[in-house]
């Protein structure tokens, strides 16, 4: 499919979700604050809707009651009377009667579908938004697994339990129709029905709580499995080269059997549940047409009573069935929604309008002490990756836990515009997707692109080799995750996509690590050429990049402790030459 081809179908994607939901009604913290708080906001958000669905379903289950009442008219006063046209008249308004509850059943199955549908699109446009404001600080909260089942099982789990509001509604007014009418035939019989659902209630309850105490289990070991899944195929490669695909595929089928054991638990409640939906009301429906029969027998109903109260009774499975399949959605629903809304109430940056000053910085950092300057190359450098990593994800608004906020000349960075923020500074990751496209396409991201700029770019990253190796130059594609690249060719497509952003601020995490020393010398130079008037921060501990930095920022326990240059730092910093030394060897 070519890009526009792939464009118009996006865009009628779109305009099919915005048409389908009624409203862009965002959830609230209070939306969010519980399962059902959750599923009432789904509801909300589509009232109408559900209250068409509701009204449908209602119509739907009364009607099924009114063929019961018609066939014991035509017993009554056809059959039993010997009426012929009396017969054929009530013959002519059963067929109606049952026509136009099939026409009441399809708007009732189409509406509660659009509900369903509905559902799901709108939480799953909550995940989808709410990921993309956790930008790269999502997959240090929650795994991929994660957010994979999330938006695929547990979306449509939630979505599934709103059919309870047509079908649920109705059966209420259903059994309590029926009820009335089997009162007037007789108070008996109305007796037994009305106590027969509370004594249903009470043999599947125990039921509905256990699928959700196994459900919640068999959650959490469905969300670590699909991560494992997602890490195998996004290593696939490397296990070939290995040799250790065998090991992992062996190891995934145990945790597969373990979660096979899981589903067993949650299955055993959940196959109760389906058969006493269907038993229970079958041995309730043999029970009332027993006693019928017998107040026929003694005369104190007629033929068309029993035949009405038959009728009556086989019903009512319809409402009672829905009354059990609705809990058990429920229960699950609870599960899953949980695990909504806990990734929903990640915190994300907020959205303020606060003005970044002009200029290149300072970036400062409290919670470290560490001061960037306007205008230089600084290397970040700690004998764990990770302090230097979280340096780069406070700076860059990744990390929203922090207790004070990093400043841009004064200002702090949680009060800026978040759009102009991410113009004007750019986080440059290691583990930063690349899409599949063109490489015109990946190197210029959500930018307008611009061949000469883009090759500037290129070879700002020595990565114009990379472009030469594939057929078509800028127009040569490059698969989803740059799988068709090698790693440092994937490292340096990421460094020219940010480079040719030209934010005012770059920070990259270990841009040089997967290329030899040549390459790795050639793009420092390379970069500080390109961004001699604006500021460049690198996290590193290679000594050659640690060289060609204007300064250098020496973490211990993320604590800002020396800052200088690599030359004075060797003569003055013990701890420096150590690290400096270590990381000569590793290299």
């Not at 989808?128 to 695929?152: F, K």
């Not at 991410?422 to 990751?429: E, G, I, N």
């Not at 390379?526 to 460049?536: G, N």
């Amino acid at each position: 499919m070519t890009r526009d081809g792939a464009r118009r179908r996006t865009a009628r994607v779109r305009e099919w979700l915005d048409r389908t939901s009624e409203t862009g009604n965002p959830a609230t913290a209070n939306d969010l604050a519980g399962p059902f708080r959750f599923l009432f906001w789904l509801a909300r958000s589509q009232s109408r809707r559900i209250a068409l669905g509701g009204v449908l379903g209602t119509l739907w289950m009364v009607g099924l009651a009114v063929p019961p009442w018609v066939l014991s008219r035509a017993v009554d006063e056809g059959l039993v009377a010997r009426n012929t046209g009396a017969l054929i008249r009530w013959a002519v308004v059963l067929l109606a009667v049952s026509v136009l509850n099939a026409l009441l059943g399809i708007a009732r199955h189409r509406t509660m579908t659009k509900v369903r549908m509905d559902a799901s699109f709108r939480a799953v446009r909550a995940a989808v938004g709410h990921t993309s404001r956790l930008g790269a600080s999502l997959p240090g909260r929650v795994s991929t697994g994660e957010v994979v089942t999330v938006g695929i099982a547990d979306v449509y789990t939630v979505a599934m339990a709103l059919t309870v509001a047509g079908p649920g509604v109705g059966a209420v007014v259903a059994y309590a129709v029926v009820a009335v009418v089997l009162f007037t035939t007789s108070p008996l019989l109305a007796a037994v029905v009305l106590a027969g659902v509370p004594l249903l209630a009470v043999a599947v309850g125990p039921f509905l709580q256990r699928i959700e105490r196994t459900g919640g289990e068999y959650r959490v070991h469905q969300g670590r499995l699909t991560t494992r899944l997602v890490d195998v195929l996004a290593g696939l490669r490397v296990l070939n080269g290995l040799g250790g695909k065998a090991f992992v595929a062996e190891r995934y089928e145990h945790q597969s059997q373990g979660l096979v054991g899981h589903g067993y638990r949650v299955a055993g409640p959940a196959s109760w549940v389906g058969a006493l939906s269907t038993g229970l009301p079958a041995l309730f429906l043999a029970a009332v047409v027993w006693l019928s029969a017998r107040m026929a027998a003694t005369g104190a109903i007629t033929i068309g009573d029993v035949v009405a109260v038959y009728g009556y009774v086989a019903v009512l499975v319809v409402p009672v069935s829905a009354f059990i399949e609705g809990g058990g959605d429920i229960a699950r629903a609870r599960v899953a929604g949980r695990r909504i809304i806990d990734l929903l109430n990640l915190p994300a940056a907020r959205d303020n309008d606060g003005v970044i000053p002009s200029g290149c910085g300072p970036l400062a950092d409290p919670a470290s002490g560490v001061i960037v300057r306007p205008g230089v190359l600084t290397a970040l450098v700690a004998a764990r990756p990770a302090e230097t990593r979280t340096l780069i994800e406070r700076l860059g608004q990744l990390n929203t836990d922090a207790d004070v906020s990093a400043t841009w000349a004064g200002v702090p960075i949680d009060d800026v515009a978040r759009e102009e923020f991410r113009r004007r500074l750019v986080v440059a990751d290691n583990d930063a997707e690349v899409f599949a496209g063109t490489v015109r396409d990946v190197v210029a991201g959500r930018l307008a692109p611009d061949d000469n700029r883009i090759r500037a770019a290129l070879r700002v990253a020595v990565a114009e080799d990379v472009v030469e190796a594939l057929p078509g130059g800028l127009d040569a594609t490059i698969a989803a995750s740059g799988s068709d690249l090698s790693g440092g060719q994937r490292q340096r497509i990421r460094l020219a996509r940010a480079v040719y952003a030209a934010p005012d601020v770059l920070l990259a995490v270990e841009p040089t690590s997967a290329v030899d020393a040549n390459t790795e010398a050639a793009m420092i130079d390379r970069i500080r050429e390109a961004r001699r008037d604006t500021t460049t921060v690198i996290t590193t501990s290679s000594p050659l990049v640690l060289d060609r930095a204007d300064e250098v920022v020496v973490l211990v326990d993320g604590k800002s402790s020396s800052v200088g240059t690599h030359a004075e730092l060797l003569r003055s910093d013990s701890y420096y030459r150590e690290l400096v030394s270590r990381a000569q060897d590793d290299r």
